[in-house]
């Protein structure tokens, strides 16, 4: 079973920056597939980021490309993701998840594992 646990949410102003970290226990990390997805209120969860085993690979949604940067540090067990450029559109809780799978996904569906979220409020 693994345990992901997310930090970092909080209340920023429009262009201001923040920097989601998830941290994961209870897994071989290395080996999952990691990724970012928020949910607004009254929306559907919708995919952010994600990130291969190595970190070499990532993928992200059109509405935060050249703004959002995904990471992770496989010897801390750690995800993060760089939020630059924010928007109040970005306002959502963000969830951390983990997939054992092979492939980046964008689904939900596909991933195993998810942390409790952590609240992004983007202010005008």
């Known amino acids: 079973q693994v345990q992901l646990v997310e930090s970092g949410g909080g209340l920023v102003q429009a262009g201001g920056s923040l920097r989601l970290s998830c941290a994961a226990s209870g897994g071989t990390f290395s080996r999952y597939i990691m990724g970012w997805f928020r949910q607004a209120p009254g929306k559907e969860r919708e995919f952010v980021a994600a990130?291969?085993?190595?970190?070499?690979?990532?993928s992200y949604a059109d509405f935060v490309k050249g703004r959002f940067t995904i990471s992770r540090l496989n010897a801390k067990n750690a995800v993060y993701l760089q939020m630059n450029s924010l928007k109040p559109e970005d306002t959502a809780v963000y969830y951390c998840?983990?997939?054992?799978?092979?492939?980046?996904?964008?689904?939900?569906?596909?991933?195993?594992?998810w942390g409790q979220g952590t609240q992004v409020t983007v202010s005008s």
């Open positions: 990130i291969s085993w190595s970190g070499g690979i990532t």
């Open positions: 998840a983990a997939d054992l799978g092979s492939r980046l996904s964008t689904r939900t569906a596909e991933y195993d594992y």
